[in-house]
T-cell receptor, first 110, second 115 residues
Framework: DQQVKQNSPSLSVQEGRISILNCDYT??????FLWYKKYPAEGPTFLIS?????DKNEDGRFTVFLNKSAKHLSLHIVPSQPGDSAVYFC?????????FGAGTRLTVKP | EAGVAQSPRYKIIEKRQSVAFWCNPISGHATLYWYQQILGQGPKLLIQFQNNGVVDDSQLPKDRFSAERLKGVDSTLKIQPAKLEDSAVYLCASSLVRGPTDTQYFGPGTRLTVL
């Protein structure tokens, strides 16, 4: 029962360019979507979120887009920095239930 | 502000043995979560507490896993007996209240290896 899918296990971008991380989901109507970032040997940390009534949320260099018709979520990081290198998890929250994707490892090269 | 504390950080046991993990949430956080993260997968929610009551444990394998949060603060997660497939990182998280807009803060996790 994979309600959240991140189909790209890894992504590599050059410093200063845009990073786009993608996520597909199922079974949603009033879900809330979140992105978490995880460094090695640390727990995930919250990055940005969006409710299902919106299609965009922005916080500094990070923007999340929600395409409800395609059931697709994406995180844009502009400009990318080497410190952004981490594993990014897409999450879906509904009725006390949180589901995460398998994660995408982002590497930002100097 | 101190973050979520977990211990031990690493644990190696043999199958059929028992193991327990401890979590101390951020002070004042009413909601506490336990997740299991198997290598190559995202965190999977096992159980969540609101104060000392269980909100949801639908994904907890209750034949071998148990969890408690006495006095609504610290929590322990136990596996008895452990199986090979229990090898994973066990993450504890806490939030001030319960809901999608309330950020979950994660601890560093306990890496369990079952041989």
């Amino acid at each position: 029962d994979q309600q959240v899918k991140q189909n790209s296990p890894s992504l590599s971008v050059q410093e200063g360019r845009i990073s786009i991380l993608n996520c597909d989901y199922t079974n949603s109507m009033f879900d809330y979507f979140l992105w978490y970032k995880k460094y090695p040997a640390e727990g995930p940390t919250f990055l940005i979120s969006i409710s299902s009534i919106k299609d965009k949320n922005e916080d500094g260099r990070f923007t999340v887009f929600l395409n409800k018709s395609a059931k697709h979520l994406s995180l844009h990081i502009v400009p990318s920095q080497p410190g952004d290198s981490a594993v990014y998890f897409c999450g879906k929250y509904n009725n006390n239930d949180m589901r995460f994707g398998a994660g995408t490892r982002l590497t930002v090269k100097p | 502000e101190a973050g979520v504390a977990q211990s031990p950080r690493y644990k190696i046991i043999e199958k059929r043995q028992s193991v327990a993990f401890w979590c101390n949430p951020i002070s004042g956080h009413a909601t506490l979560y336990w997740y299991q993260q198997i290598l190559g997968q995202g965190p999977k929610l096992l159980i969540q507490f609101q104060n000392n009551g269980v909100v949801d444990d639908s994904q907890l394998p209750k034949d071998r896993f148990s969890a408690e949060r006495l006095k609504g603060v610290d929590s322990t997660l136990k596996i008895q007996p452990a199986k090979l497939e229990d090898s994973a990182v066990y993450l504890c998280a806490s939030s001030l209240v319960r809901g999608p807009t309330d950020t979950q803060y994660f601890g560093p996790g306990t890496r369990l290896t079952v041989l």
